[in-house]
């Protein structure tokens, strides 16, 4: 029988690595520091998973639900009986908390990319012109220089969109960036080293901006430092998910790759031992 019954947080959530759980803890429990809205009972038995580096389902579940909850406002929480509301609901909310536009009939994949494209888009126009260079360096795109305007960013958004790589990246920069700034620690990669190439430098620019977002709009909301951090992180685990890995180097691959973006070798065929 699930526990976890939103089916936009179900596969994510019963899936996800305990590192990338540890990281949705932190935003949910404030860095292990509990919050006003949080009863005592959930935040001990979240936190004490965070520690112990294991989660269950159960408390995969208790995470899924608390998310919900802080999704929506104590008035409407107290209609629904304080279940809260419905994950594509939240998504959607810090989508337009954020002015990123979307499809009416928008997957919650496709919600959580507008939103990573918009702090891309504000992030960008903090940049120095060597942090754009790289920035484009680092998804494969000619950056043409400052002259370019918006269409610098229009080229990269069409290149990013394009490549199930390139969306993987982008999460992993922006949930990497947010987490470092809110809690002082970036995301674990395990395996595959190579992500860490060139993420770490953009923390500070989409660390910026996610900042820059939440308080020209609504500072005064605690319920959006919980929403729009945990959506950011959802939507990388989502598509870490969704993701194929190479059995050379273990970096993601676009679903229909048939070599590998990082390494170079042949999606499909076993990789040689080392001699």
């Not at 940049?127 to 795109?141: D, H, N, P, R, Y």
Request: hydrophobic share 50%; aromatic share 8%.
């Amino acid at each position: 029988m699930a526990l976890i019954y939103d089916s936009d947080l179900a596969d994510v959530l019963t899936s996800a690595d305990a590192e990338d759980l540890s990281i949705l803890a932190d935003h949910i429990t404030d860095k292990g520091e509990g919050r006003l809205s949080l009863s005592s009972d959930v935040f001990k038995k979240i936190h004490a998973a965070r520690v112990a580096g294991a989660f269950s389902l159960e408390i995969r579940a208790l995470m899924a639900e608390e998310l919900k909850r802080f999704g929506g406002n104590s008035l409407v929480n107290l209609f629904r009986g304080g279940a809260g509301v419905v994950y594509r609901e939240i998504a959607c909310d810090v989508a337009d908390h954020v002015k990123a536009k979307y499809p009416a009939k928008a997957t919650c994949a496709e919600v959580e990319m507008a939103i990573l494209l918009k702090v891309l888009e504000q992030a960008f126009e903090q940049m120095t012109e060597e942090e754009k260079k790289k920035l484009f360096e680092e998804f494969g795109v000619f950056y043409k220089g400052e002259g370019a305007g918006p269409a610098s960013v229009a080229t990269l958004i069409a290149a990013i969109k394009l490549s199930g790589f390139g969306v993987y990246k982008l999460a992993a920069v922006v949930a990497n960036a947010v987490a470092r700034a809110l809690l002082g620690r970036g995301l674990s990669f395990g395996a595959t080293a190579t992500m860490m190439r060139g993420i770490s430098f953009f923390s500070g620019p989409v660390g910026w901006a996610l900042t820059a977002i939440w308080t020209a709009f609504d500072l005064a909301s605690p319920a959006y430092r919980v929403t729009v951090p945990c959506v950011v992180q959802i939507a990388y685990m989502r598509q870490k998910r969704l993701s194929q890995r190479c059995a050379t180097c273990n970096a993601p691959l676009q679903a229909d790759a048939k070599f590998c973006a990082e390494c170079g070798a042949r999606v499909g065929i076993p990789a040689l031992p080392a001699p």
